[in-house]
């Protein structure tokens, strides 16, 4: 059997909204299956996590770094707050979406080792939602 052969299902929840998102996209995209989309997706994020993981830890970086959340979730924001706070953070920016979620945008001159820091707390947060790293310079 040779490693092509050989596939594993993998499965996650989403809300309706997201499901119906996925269906438009992949037609938009022209993928024939959402595994072959999703797979891309994943890569993508991964390729761009290995860019992060390649620059060293004392290097000063500037760093984009996008969130949404509800902000009728209070513990969401309370702890979303308390991390971020703890950080570096060079400047915010917060925006109200139409569907009543808050997409804030946040920027940082930093070691490396700091935004990774900071992005693995982000991660960690439950209730935020499309959390998003640009690296701008090395």
């Known amino acids: 059997m040779t490693l092509k052969e050989i596939r594993e299902t993998i499965t996650f929840s989403c809300d309706p909204r997201f499901k119906k998102m996925l269906s438009t996209k992949k037609r938009e995209l022209g993928y ?53 706070h703890q950080s570096n953070v060079t400047f915010s920016s917060h925006f109200h979406l139409p569907s009543g979620d808050c997409f804030e945008i946040l920027m940082l001159n930093d070691k490396a080792r700091n935004v990774k820091n900071l992005i693995q707390k982000l991660r960690g947060v439950k209730g935020l939602q499309n959390i998003s790293v640009k690296v701008i310079n090395i």
């Open 32 to 84: 024939r299956t959402n595994s072959q989309m999703i797979r891309d997706a994943l890569m993508f994020l991964f390729n761009s996590e290995n860019m992060l993981e390649k620059i060293s830890d004392t290097d000063m970086i500037v760093t984009l770094i996008s969130l949404v959340y509800n902000p009728q979730d209070s513990s969401t924001l309370e702890e979303y707050l308390r991390v971020q």
